[in-house]
Every structure is written in structure tokens, then in C-alpha cells.
């Protein structure tokens, strides 16, 4: 059964940082990709960034970023721990989201929800002006 564990949200002024974290299990976790998206109230789950796994077409662990995330986010993963992380600096309201993982063994059109098998139940980002 495959379980992806999202951790580490919280309230936080804006400038503030968090640094999420997805635990997976169930799953050859080097051989995911790996996503973060996020979904405010009213709004549609939208992408934040994902790394892929190094099996793909590029013949390389590629990272991609929502424009809004560029500069700000930084997504890293420990293979050996089987997580993901999500370093999240210079928060501002307009990040405020539930903030989901997810997993695909996909390599391209990662940046769709569509392309991910596997989702967490999400943690709450909440960011206060």
C-alpha cells in the first residue's frame, strides 16, 4: 500500500520560511517523481515544483518550478530516507494552500496533477501578512 506523508505546515508571518517534508512508503521511491502542488480555498490544485527521477528520458534528475516558486522554493529528496522535502522562504499570503505531495513514475507532463498516481493527504500552509 502506498502512503505519502506530508509534514511541517504551520502558521507563519510573511518573509517567514517553512520546510515541508513527504515521507513515502509502498513504492520504489528512486524511481518516482516526485511533485508538490498546492490548492487554496476556491481554487484549483495547482503546480508547485517536482523533481524526477534520474530513470527518464533526460537521462537525469531534472527539477521544474512554477514561476511563482522560482527563487523562493527549493525541492530536494533523500533517496536513502525516502522523502521529499520542500524548503519554502520569503512567504507571502498569496502561498497560503494545502500543500499535497505526490508521485508518479512519469517523467514527462510532471507538471499536471494528471501525471501523479499517488497523492498525500496535504498539510496547511498558512501565511499571515
Known amino acids: 500500500q502506498v502512503q505519502l506523508v506530508e509534514s511541517g505546515g504551520g502558521l507563519v508571518q510573511a518573509g517567514g520560511s517553512l520546510r515541508l517534508s513527504c515521507a513515502a512508503s509502498g513504492l520504489t521511491f528512486r524511481s518516482q517523481t516526485m511533485g508538490w502542488f498546492r490548492q487554496a480555498p476556491g481554487k484549483e490544485r495547482e503546480f508547485v515544483g517536482c523533481n524526477t527521477w534520474s530513470g527518464g528520458w533526460s537521462g537525469g534528475s531534472i527539477t521544474y518550478y512554477a514561476d511563482s516558486a522560482k527563487g523562493r522554493f527549493t525541492i530536494s529528496r533523500d533517496n536513502a530516507k525516502n522523502t521529499v522535502y520542500l524548503q519554502m522562504n520569503n512567504l507571502t499570503p498569496e502561498d497560503t494552500a494545502v500543500y499535497y505531495c505526490?508521485?508518479?513514475?512519469?517523467?514527462?507532463?510532471?507538471?499536471?496533477?494528471?501525471?501523479?498516481?499517488?497523492w498525500g493527504q496535504g498539510t496547511q500552509v498558512t501565511v499571515s501578512s
Open positions: 505526490a508521485a508518479t513514475s512519469a517523467t514527462r507532463a510532471v507538471l499536471s496533477t494528471k501525471a501523479y498516481d499517488y
